[in-house]
């Protein structure tokens, strides 16, 4: 490193400080909110701050911001900050607020997403988040969030992912468009209010440091190509997960990990990026040129069974298959929990008899999910009442019809736990840059729960920032904003432009989206739901090859003074490039199997996942030196004081 | 254009279903002010289980293996939600399938031998940025005017504290599911943004939270629709284009929220 600042997460000597608040756990986000320091009202419109992202986690907190009176500006590469990727979220959003009279409570939550995060996460965030879940779904349903109702007129809850407890709020089977939709009608209220200043069709290309702090960021004019800098007191970014780095995964195709990646460039930690979590319930891939996939909801596990034919390369259609000749492998091997194994269960299994030959569908990458059974016991209409819709989006996307013939499923990656290292206030290890959502690493430690994802989005956005924030902009009150003019800036934006410009003089004969694929295909097979060290070793031999042939061979058409979409996709496909070298990495060194991360040398006998809590119960944060040398791996330890750390077990 | 290449083929080789071959006539243009023109693309060995735009992406593949500009098209979740997908295809805002968006349109729904003509939504308030780019935000200027409850992060009591009828829930639902994809003024003989505009009022005004900003937001929201889109004459092809299948009833209900508003707004100030 060439800067020798010190954070006040003191992340520059190494040692990294989460600023989590001493005293008891239920009290520490009580406590620390009186304990930080304010801005007061007249002074807020004295700080300017840049907002990146408009999901669920941006939105929320451009709005929030704003409304306390900070100047903010916030950027999408979206045509309209309503297209975010969180808009896709399908489930529902939890909150402890025990409306079901069930025995939830906001330290039940708390235990069960420390506990489904295989013990990865930092207690105090994750407590904090059980607390203002509450505030969220009062929050949302004051925006006119259209919540599912009761008879009464009440909220409706359902269950959701195996919890015990029925805590999960829902819009439908579109809750995260209506929280986004919520989000962003709060974030329109500021811009007609002339309180926040929104750019859309503008990405991010760089984060600008002068002195070891962040003071603003270098984007791209996506229509017109310009390449320009703006400068505040701080920049945050809410710029969503990487799942794209495996090509097919159940994200937008525009999710990237441009932001974050150019913000650990400049020097933020990035961690544990071997945590990804797969969904187990998608629709498998038909072709080659399968552009994305599509998740189906979980809670079709609920009825449907699941099962692979007993004999490999079985060619005969699934009604010719007798029952004695079929595995219904989840039940057999777990008769407790049977098709509703948690996620992670859920998939290794899959994987497992498709790679034995057992798979189904032309391509032999499926499982089927039958609901012959219930169809028989309840009748088709009943079947159709609850799952109806899901059915019909099965059939547009298939042509198959899961009435009549089972449903074919194939896991697929749905989501990262992995990102920016922040510490308690949301700061990543640049001061004044902080990440919310699920471009940051906190809460979800090696496995989200379902339902979560989006609860976290909003508590960071509307409840932790826009508190956190305040506390560190107190101590430069009376500091200008860094001139444009500053050489920073100048030098920022120039190696933005020389950047832009390299994509396109390359010259070579193969497109973004062939490397992307390429990749992919190398990311999955090694850093999927399966990693052993061979596999990640080959990992990182096969992605830099491919990497310097991207260098040497890609082909951008076009110019880099309008929209061009090509362009776009070779940044992003370039620091995937960087990223799945550090997912590489990051699982290499994490000798034990956890949550998402699977490696098959440290099982049980039963074949279950074998945490090493001796040796890794802490988070690894890597710091970026240059792209010549690999990344330092620092480790913030983990302590449970609350929760006990045990081994799950479904069977 | 570069002639039939490996990629199609390999993509035909691995589908379970059957393959068809297209011609494609696609709306090209540099920008907003540029002539644009239909240019011709044959397209040999289509798996029929690919979508509408995983064809076009295999169009631009071999465009830029030809060393040619790929075709600009709008697109993100590709699973029918985000309303980022567009597209007239055939004249039909999202193709003929209804409840469909592009993104969902398989190929399985075309014909052997089919000519296929793809444009941009077309309406004055949309023009176009690139090829089949066009620009929406005029949908960004009527929610700014409106589209929301004044509610502050914080500001708020407990949720139970406001029970909502089932009813209204629901039907505030079935108005809140539009995507905002702007199909409806593309399929509008006059252009116009009646179905969006209504869906989010109808969403917003039958719940007991929408009521105190109920009057200003339906006069600031129709009067800033009608500074950038036509007018409705009760053609109902916006319903018919709708991939959310948004009700024309709406419409009717903002049209006599409007007139109320009219009134109330008045009297809220004092006037008779």
Known sequence: MAESHSGPNGASNGMLDSRVPDGPMADKWTDHKFSMKLVNPNNKRRFEIIVVGTGLAGASAAASLSELGYRVKVFTFHDSPRRAHSIAAQGGINAAKNYTNDGDSVHRLFYDTVKGGDYRSREANVHRLAEVSLNIIDQCAAQGVPFAREYGGLLDNRSFGGAQVSRTFYARGQTGQQLLLGAYQALAKQVAAGSVELYTRTEMLDLVTKDGRACGIVTRDLISGEIAAHTGHAVVLATGGYGNVYYLSTNAMACNVTAAWRAHRRGAYFANACYTQIHPTCIPASDEFQSKLTLMSESLRNDGRIWVPEAMDDARSPDRIPESERDYYLERKYPAFGNLVPRDVASRNAKTVVDQGKGVGPLRNGV?????????????????????????????????????????????????????????????????????????????????????????????GYFVLPYTIGDDLAARLGEPVVPLSDPVFAQATSEVTDATQRFLSIGGTRSVDWFHREL??????????????????KALSEIPALEAEFWADLRVPGSGANLNSSLEKAGRVADFFELAKLMARDALVREESCGGHFRAEHQTPEGEAQRDDENFAHVAAWEWHSSDTTQTRHVEELEFEEVALTQRSYK | MSGANGVTSQASQQSHGGTLSLTLRIWRQDGPDAPGRFH?????????????????????????????????????????????????????????????????????????????????????????????????????????????????????????????????????????????????????????????????????????????????????????????????????????????????????????????????????????
């Open chain 2, 40 to 272: 011709t693309f044959d397209a040999p060995n289509i798996s029929e289980d690919m979508s509408f735009l995983e064809l076009l992406d295999i169009i631009n593949e071999r465009l830029i293996e030809g060393g040619d500009v790929p075709i600009e098209f709008d697109h993100d979740c590709r699973e029918g939600i985000c309303g980022m997908c567009s597209l007239m295809i055939n004249g039909r805002a999202h193709g003929h399938e209804l409840a469909t968006t592009t993104c969902q349109l398989h190929m399985r729904k075309f014909t052997d031998g089919d000519v296929i003509t793809v444009e941009p939504f077309r309406a004055k308030a949309f023009p176009v940025v690139r090829d089949l780019v066009v620009d929406r935000s005029s949908f960004d200027r009527i929610i700014e005017a409106g589209g929301y409850i004044s509610v502050n992060t914080g500001a708020v009591g407990d949720a139970n504290q406001t029970p909502v009828p089932k009813q209204a829930a629901d039907t505030s639902m079935d108005a809140a599911a539009c995507i905002g994809c702007g199909a409806c003024v593309a399929a509008c003989p006059n252009s116009a943004a009646q179905l969006f505009t209504s869906a989010k009022l109808a969403h917003l005004n039958l719940i007991p939270q929408g009521q105190p900003q109920r009057w200003e937001r339906t006069e600031a929201m129709v009067e800033t629709m009608e500074q950038f889109f036509g007018s409705c004459t009760n053609h109902g092809e916006c319903t018919e284009a709708c991939p959310k299948e948004i009700s024309l009833d709406f419409i009717a209900f903002m049209n006599r929220d409007y007139v109320k508003a009219k009134i109330k707004n008045r009297k809220l100030t004092g006037q008779s």
């Open chain 1, 520 to 537: 992919g295909k190398i990311v999955w097979d090694y850093i999927g739901m399966e990693r052993t060290s061979a596999g990640l070793e």
């Open chain 1, 368 to 460: 089927y999910l039958d609901f012959s059974e219930v169809i028989e016991r309840d009748g088709r209409t009943a079947v159709a009442a609850k799952y109806g819709n899901l059915f019909d989006m099965y059939e547009r996307i298939t042509g198959e019809n899961p009435y009549a013939v089972p449903m074919r499923i194939y896991p697929a990656i749905h989501y990262t736990m992995g990102g920016l290292w922040v510490d308690y206030h949301l700061m990543t290890t640049v001061p004044g840059c902080y990440s919310v959502g699920e471009a940051n690493f906190s809460d979800h430690g090696a496995n989200r729960l379902g339902a979560s994802a989006l609860m976290q989005g909003l508590a960071d």
